[in-house]
């Protein structure tokens, strides 16, 4: 899989898990990937995707990696064709989302691999607070540093769960 292609997969994936309306297109250049309507408001999530394997062939797996850079805000328009990006902010570079997905897509057999096939994805959920202020600046993550600070290894069928779960505490420590 291609990264294009495996991340808006990776987004798609999230976005049904969370039974988010999929008739509502996406803003391109958006400062996240979901803004998932928690009952407490709005929630903004940021999708990861990785895999072991890649579309060309290589003598032995891929080491999953996935960006968590800070990123510069981009100004978003819209016109009768839909929405397109106009510039920057000007604001300083930071992770615009209060949770991150990150999507692995698991299966490491090139024969048995199937994108489509929700058992072969692994998810991990993580408070972007957490990452803020155990990374800082650092710029990737691995497998093992995801659960070396704690995000959540879930399956497909338990991501809305844990992202409620996370959203309540979201809210909580706001008050």
């Known amino acids: 899989m291609a990264d294009g292609?495996?991340?808006?997969?990776?987004?798609?994936?999230?976005?049904?898990a969370l039974g988010m309306d999929m008739t509502i297109p996406k803003k391109g250049w958006g400062e996240c990937d979901i803004v998932y309507p928690y009952k407490d408001?709005?929630?903004?999530?940021?999708?990861?995707?990785?895999?072991?394997?890649?579309?060309?062939?290589?003598?032995?797996l891929s080491t999953p990696t996935f960006s968590i850079a800070k990123t510069l805000n981009c100004d978003i328009s819209e016109n009768e064709h839909g929405?397109?990006?106009?510039?920057?902010?000007?604001?300083p570079p930071k992770r615009r989302s209060e949770i991150y997905v990150f999507c692995l897509f698991a299966e490491k057999r090139r024969s048995a691999a199937n994108p489509l096939d929700l058992d072969q994805?692994?998810?991990?959920?993580?408070?972007?607070?957490?990452?803020?202020?155990?990374?800082?600046?650092?710029r990737q993550i691995s497998i093992p540093g995801l659960a070396r600070i704690g995000a959540?290894?879930?399956?497909?069928?338990?991501?809305?769960?844990?992202?409620?779960?996370?959203?309540?505490?979201?809210?909580?420590?706001?008050k």
């Open 41 to 60: 408001g709005p929630i903004r999530i940021e999708v990861k995707c990785s895999t072991y394997l890649q579309a060309w062939e290589r003598e032995k």
């Open 83 to 91: 929405f397109y990006y106009s510039g920057r902010d000007g604001g």
């Open 5 to 16: 292609p495996r991340g808006d997969l990776a987004e798609f994936i999230v976005n049904t």
């Open 121 to 138: 994805w692994e998810f991990y959920i993580v408070k972007t607070s957490v990452i803020d202020r155990l990374l800082g600046n650092q």
């Open 152 to 174: 959540l290894k879930c399956p497909y069928g338990e991501i809305k769960a844990i992202v409620d779960k996370l959203s309540s505490e979201i809210y909580s420590d706001r």
